[in-house]
């Protein structure tokens, strides 16, 4: 059952969305041989087939900026007033990642910038805040950011669901994109399922407990948003969901069908959320991007014209926050959309061999505030090109 957003009040949501991802990868075939696993552990069990690995000098900052670039194209910087950059993959106890990229875009001097931190779920707290702002001037323009380096331990159970990506969406009213419904579940519940401490590089995770809760939480929210709004499953043509691996979001469908007594048969599986998985099944983790690195995948790879259809998205972030929400698929959207160039960045990375992936992992940023220059790799239109009195030093490429 297809259904439309029938509100009479102001739609606001994704008036452009730009996906972006490191230009190195290794695959997961590689990478089962060295550990001596079988390869389908990897390709079938998990659902992985690539990881993006970020090379020295491309971090969060450069991926968030690179994403975002091709949003100007077109508007008045100045209509951004507030631009929220959603990571756990910070590089500042104090200043805001953000603050590098509104330099790097060059936008407005009156714009509010902020960090975001929740785990995965920090880009739709981005998401929802910037609504309530365009709901008051809805003249104006909002930049959510969300970039992530997911790392773990060499060799160990998280090493295959590691990755890269960023997204990158301008929001507004009268959006171009996707018309984000008012209603939503919301769950929080203090949890240690995965946590960084600030003096580890690594993170750390309780798997088995982490997809518990990640279950627990997507049958809570969901009850929440049936109770708002009267809504069933069937309603949706398409989920996608917060991809910590692309195995992760598949048993996440299945759970909230079997809640729903539908059957699914693997024709309408496919249907509902194969196509949002497409993107990160050769990326890999991308923490706060990765719900709308499977949305991203869903607008892009799908032939049908999916103009007023609701999407059902859930998002997650350990410790925890999870959100059940929706939104409508705006007629005329593909018009809008940065197909070609998600798929000239997916097409044209580099092939790392094992021993210069694991090059890479051990390149470690430097502590000491010395003055350090970083080889040049192939990144995106921006670099991160060394450290000197502890002050971090980007530059544009191209």
Not at 164 to 179: E, G, K, T
Not at 187 to 205: I, K, Q
Not at 349 to 354: I, Q, V
Request: with cysteine.
């Amino acid at each position: 059952m297809i259904t439309q957003n029938t509100s009479s009040t102001m739609e606001t949501g994704i008036d452009k969305i730009s996906f972006y991802t490191a230009q190195y990868y290794i695959d997961m075939k590689t990478l089962a041989d060295v550990r001596g696993v079988d390869r389908d552990k990897y390709y079938v069990g998990i659902g992985q087939e690539r990881m993006s690995v970020a090379p020295p000098d491309e971090d969060v900052i450069t991926l968030a900026a690179s994403a975002a670039k091709p949003l100007l194209e077109g508007i008045n910087p100045s209509d951004i007033e507030l631009l929220l950059f959603a990571t756990e993959t910070g590089i500042d106890q104090s200043k805001a990642a953000g603050i590098y990229v509104h330099r790097l875009l060059g936008l407005s001097h009156r714009c509010r910038v902020v960090e975001l931190k929740q785990a995965c779920y920090s880009c739709t707290a981005g998401l929802q805040m910037a609504r309530s702002l365009l709901a008051a001037h809805p003249d104006k323009k909002a930049l959510i950011i969300a970039s992530d380096v997911a790392r773990y331990e060499l060799d160990s159970p998280g090493e295959a669901t590691q990755g890269c990506a960023a997204i990158a969406m301008l929001v507004s009213a009268n959006p171009r994109i996707m018309a984000i419904d008012e209603e939503s579940g919301y769950y929080t519940e203090d949890v240690m399922d995965f946590w960084r401490p600030n003096y580890r590089d690594e993170a750390l995770v309780d798997g088995k407990f982490s997809t518990k809760q990640y279950i627990a939480t997507l049958e809570h929210t969901w009850k929440q948003y049936q109770e708002q709004t009267g809504r069933s499953f069937g309603d949706f043509k398409h989920f996608c969901y917060h991809v910590p691996f692309s195995k992760m979001a598949e048993k996440a469908h299945q759970r909230l069908a079997r809640a729903n007594n539908v059957k699914l048969t693997p024709e309408l599986f496919e249907q509902q959320i194969g196509r949002s998985l497409i993107y990160n099944r050769i990326t890999g983790n991308s923490y706060t991007a990765s719900l709308y690195v499977g949305l991203t995948s869903l607008l892009d790879s799908t032939e049908e014209d999916l103009g007023n259809q609701r999407i059902g998205l859930f998002s997650y972030g350990s410790g925890c926050v999870a959100e059940f929400f929706s939104g409508v698929v705006i007629p005329g959207y593909k018009d809008h959309l940065l197909s070609s160039n998600h798929l000239n960045i997916l097409d044209n990375r580099a092939e790392l061999t094992y021993q210069q992936y694991e090059d890479i992992y051990h390149f470690g940023v430097p502590k000491d505030g010395g003055d350090h220059s970083f080889p040049l790799y192939k990144t995106g239109p921006y670099r991160l090109a060394g450290i000197k009195d502890h002050k971090r030093l980007y530059e544009t490429v191209s």
